[in-house]
C-alpha cells in the first residue's frame, strides 16, 4: 500500500527555521516524483514544487522560488520542505504528494499544519 | 503563467446531476485532473486524464475536456459529494503544475 506519512504539527515564531518532512512507503521511492502543495487557512490548493528522489532534481513555482527549499534523502525514502526564515504568512497547511508521471498527484499525505506566529 | 478558472460554488439536490467547470485557454490539448476535498481532509484524486477514474471511485464520478473547458459531472449526488473540487493541469510550456481556484459543491 502506497503512503506518504508527514511529521506532526509546528508552532514556530516569526524568523524561526523550519523543516518538514514526508516518507514514502509502498513504492519505489526513488521512482516517483513528490510534489508541494500549499494550503492557506480558508484557501485553494497551490503548487509549490516538485522534487525526483532519484537525482534530487527539483523545480519550483515561481511563487516560492527562493522562498522555500525542497529536498530529499532517497536512504531512508524522505521529501522535506525547509524554510531560513519564517513569516506569519507561511502559516498554512502543506502537503506533500506523490506525481504520476507529470500527470495527477496520486497519493497525498496527511498534511502538516504549520503556525507562524509571536 | 497558464490560469485555470472554476465557479466559487455549485449547488444541486440530491439525486440530480451536478457540474463542475474548468476553463483554460485550449484546455481540450492539457490532461485535466480532478480532486475532492473534504472538510479536514486530504485531497483525494477523482478523475485524471480527463475521464479515467482511479480505482475505489465511484462510476458516478466522470470527466470531460474540449476547447477551453473541462467539466467534472457528478450523476446522482449524494450528501457524502459534498466538498471542495479542484482542476489541475500541468503546463508543459512553463513546466509548472497549476490547480483551480476550486469549487464548492453543496448538496441541499
Known amino acids: 500500500e502506497v503512503q506518504l506519512v508527514q511529521s506532526g504539527a509546528e508552532v514556530k515564531k516569526p524568523g524561526e527555521s523550519l523543516k518538514i518532512s514526508c516518507k514514502g512507503s509502498g513504492y519505489s521511492f526513488t521512482s516517483y516524483w513528490i510534489g508541494w502543495v500549499r494550503q492557506m487557512p480558508g484557501k485553494g490548493l497551490e503548487w509549490m514544487g516538485i522534487?525526483?528522489?532519484?537525482?534530487?532534481?527539483?523545480r519550483y513555482s515561481p511563487s516560492f522560488q527562493g522562498q522555500v527549499t525542497i529536498s530529499a534523502d532517497k536512504s531512508i525514502s524522505t521529501a522535506y520542505l525547509q524554510w531560513s526564515s519564517l513569516k506569519a504568512s507561511d502559516t498554512a497547511m502543506y502537503y506533500c504528494?506523490?506525481?504520476?508521471?507529470?500527470?495527477?498527484?496520486?497519493?497525498w499525505g496527511q498534511g502538516t499544519l504549520v503556525t507562524v506566529s509571536s | 503563467s497558464y490560469v485555470l478558472t472554476q465557479p466559487p460554488s455549485v449547488s444541486v439536490a440530491p439525486g440530480k446531476t451536478a457540474r463542475i467547470t474548468c476553463g483554460g485557454n485550449?484546455?481540450?490539448?492539457?490532461?485535466v485532473h480532478w480532486y475532492q476535498q473534504k472538510p479536514g481532509q486530504a485531497p483525494v484524486l477523482v478523475v485524471y486524464?480527463?475521464?479515467d477514474r482511479p480505482s475505489g471511485i465511484p462510476e458516478r464520478f466522470s470527466g470531460s475536456n474540449s476547447g477551453n473547458t473541462a467539466t467534472l459531472t457528478i450523476s446522482r449526488v449524494e450528501a457524502g459529494d459534498e466538498a471542495d473540487y479542484y482542476c489541475q493541469v500541468w503546463d508543459s510550456s512553463s513546466d509548472h503544475w497549476v490547480f483551480g481556484g476550486g469549487t464548492k459543491l453543496t448538496v441541499l
Open positions: 504528494a506523490r506525481l504520476l508521471s507529470f500527470g495527477p498527484f496520486d497519493y
Open positions: 522534487i525526483y528522489p532519484g537525482d534530487s532534481d527539483t
Open positions: 485550449n484546455i481540450g490539448s492539457k490532461s
Open positions: 486524464d480527463d475521464s
